[in-house]
């Protein structure tokens, strides 16, 4: 008998290697994409991750409710739980390599610190989806909190074109990622 969509859950629950092998197949890109997002500081234990994930979906079939979410959604969920468990554990082992980089003076300083450096290389890396411009708008808008004036004055543009260059901007971003999601 073949694995099919419609057979899948029922012959998982058997616990039929080939419906785990068919879930892999099929759902596979769900589990990478997830990890890849919570875990891309923690490459080398991005593998590891997916294996408990897998396990996990193995050992936990029986609790998965189709009345409650579509096999999608709920992968989806294990591994984004999953991924944060592994992202909690192995962040607090970045971190303490990487104190000797860092000028601290209290704990509360090394996880501020620590949030800075990962949201502005999220930061950075979302905004060299922008045209240069953009992004040296986007810079003085968010990021030094400057005033719309200030910035139209220091680039030579009017008011309304920082607006446009804002909304339009933000659009971009919003399509990129919109499409990273599918």
């Keep these: 008998m073949n694995i099919t969509e419609e057979n899948f859950i029922s012959r998982l629950k058997n616990k039929d290697e080939k419906a ?4 892999i197949d099929s ?4 589990i990478k994409t997830v990890v890849k997002k919570h875990l891309s500081k923690l490459e080398n234990h991005q593998d590891e991750c ?3 994930i897998i396990l996990a979906i193995w050992n936990n079939i029986e609790r998965f409710d189709e009345n409650k979410s579509s096999f999608k959604n709920w992968v989806g969920g294990i591994s984004k739980y999953k991924s944060i468990d592994y992202s909690r ?3 607090e082992r970045v971190s303490i390599e ?11 300083d090394i996880h501020e610190e620590v949030i800075k450096e990962d949201l502005s290389e999220e930061l950075e890396g979302m905004l060299n989806q922008l045209k240069p411009k953009d992004k040296e708008l986007f810079i003085k808008l968010y990021v030094k909190e400057q005033e719309i ?17 804002v909304s339009r901007g933000k659009k ?3 399509d990129i990622f919109k499409s990273k999601e599918r």
């Design 149 to 165: 004036d200030e910035i139209a004055l220091d680039m030579g543009i009017n008011r309304d074109a920082v607006y446009n260059r």
């Design 98 to 108: 990487n104190i000797e980089n860092l000028s601290i003076s209290s704990k509360y």
């Design 27 to 30: 759902y596979g890109w769900i």
């Design 172 to 174: 971009k971003l919003r």
């Design 89 to 91: 554990k192995y962040s």
């Design 50 to 52: 997916i294996n408990d």
């Design 20 to 23: 785990l092998e068919y879930v």
